[in-house]
């Protein structure tokens, strides 16, 4: 082609590292621990949900800003678990997963040159999504070995140019839960700055014995400053069903909605009811969950302790992050020859840091996957000895 037709506002984005790392796998026939996705499905009485669903004849464009049965069962998850009062009808728009609500808030919320302050290392659609806003991102670094940022260093990035924050607890990669005081810290800057608290949540049910999942939403003073995201894709085990939405003040969501009306306009009608199901499901499920994930949590500790990776013991979500210091190699080098050598792929985070200087020498190891992909795993990396 004689002319290059790619916009120059993507022109820096490459692959995602987690596409090419789970390629890389496929072709060497690698044990997958690094894509953060189950290899097993939820529950089977979500599954009928979704069948009954769509027997019964819920296959047309569901409502733009969800429907209604989904976005009750929304407010009523927040008043059980967060004795949060919700208006379903104003306060809460559904969205095609977490991405889309992340993306649609940059879109609604950011202008171009507002300042939005993420903590690396994060998610890779932050950046990106504030970049393509006109935002500019500004990192505060979560430091190793236990991944908690300074609170000097949070306080430093704020400033008069400063539209949001965005927080992600628990946290991808490195499995930090924040602390109530660390949440009223950040709650304070943001009021004392009019700052926007954008909080990721997807992993609030994922909550190991050492943590407790708060909101900041919740904090007095912030009800209307926070845009709460979450999904059912993590807390179900259906990541496929992209089912999403964000919770927050009318205001908020009046600008989501004229985002997402444009782009993705509606989420897959079934999945919605049935995620509402999934939201209504008893209490010995969510227990269930956390407790079977850090059963796989405590059997992938040990196992990379055992050969001398020193793993991070992460308070939530299902990554654990370990350092390969001892191995001689960057992390991009150490993760391309566990796959093609020891036959297991994890994670390199370079790129899940705004600055590559501050990357700490770490990898992402995931333990959402079957017992027997855990033990094939296990198996593998007892190559790499003690």
Known sequence: MSKNFMANRISGFGTSIFSEISALARQHNAVNLGQGFPDFDGPDSLKRSAQEAISSGKNQYAQSQGEPELRRAIAEHSKRFYNMDINP???????????????????????????????????????????????????????????????IELSTAFSSKTKAIIINTPHNPAGTVFTQQELIMIAELCQEYDVLAITDEVYEHIIFSEAQHRRIAAIPGMENRTLTISSAGKTFSFTGWKVGWTIGAAELQTAIRRIHQFTVFATATPFQYASADGLRLGDEYYKELSKDYESRRDYLMDVLTRVGLEPTKPEGAYFIMAN????????????????????????????????????????????????ETLNAAAERLMKLGG
Request: proline letters at 9%; one cysteine or more.
């Open 89 to 151: 009808d104003t306060e809460v728009t559904v969205t095609t997963g977490a991405t889309d609500a992340l993306f649609s808030a940059m879109l609604a919320l950011i202008n171009p040159g507002d300042e939005v302050i993420v903590f690396q290392p994060c998610y890779d659609l932050y950046v990106p999504a504030i970049q393509l806003a006109g935002g500019v991102p500004v990192a505060v670094t979560l430091h190793a070995p236990n991944f908690r940022f300074n609170p």
């Open 324 to 371: 390969i210091e001892k191995y001689g190699k960057n992390p991009d080098e150490f993760c391309q020859w566990l796959i093609k050598e020891i036959g297991v792929a994890a994670i390199p985070p370079k790129t899940l840091y705004l600055h590559a200087k501050d990357a700490a020498p770490y990898v992402r190891f995931t333990f959402c996957k079957k017992w």
